[in-house]
């Protein structure tokens, strides 16, 4: 990225270079297990959870159209509510017990390496 850069009018411009990489893989999957209040009001989510039981997962995938497909395998296999699914970033936020949260992203990433042929990256969790 350059900053700073002159136009040809003197005005002063700031350009951006964003590049995507083609393949198929989730880049995170990561479990956040009992958050601080503040994580979800940064977030927009729920902050009317039980925040000692609840868990906040992240995944970030490519291509980005994935994240949909991912938000429906989510819901479909564990009692999670959707935060936000960015199908432009590939971004999906979701909440629900840590249980549930650890049983979508597994369901997840199984389905996509298992029938889509994606490279994985580690579940982390914190």
């Not at 970030?60 to 296999?77: L, N, Y």
């Amino acid at each position: 990225m350059k900053l700073d850069e002159l136009d040809f009018s003197g005005d002063k411009r700031m350009r951006i270079v964003q590049e995507l990489v083609p393949g198929k893989q989730v880049t995170l999957a990561h479990v956040i297990a009992s958050p601080d209040p503040i994580v979800y009001k940064k977030l927009g989510l729920d902050p009317e959870l039980d925040y000692k039981r609840a868990a906040i997962g992240i995944l970030s995938m490519s291509p980005a159209e994935i994240s949909v497909i991912a938000g429906d395998i989510a819901v479909k296999a564990a009692n999670i509510d959707l935060g936000f699914i960015d199908r432009f970033s590939g971004t999906l936020i979701f909440t629900g017990r840590v249980a549930e949260v650890e049983a979508a992203i597994q369901a997840i990433t199984a389905y996509l390496e298992e029938k889509l042929h994606f490279t994985i990256c580690e579940v982390t969790r914190t």
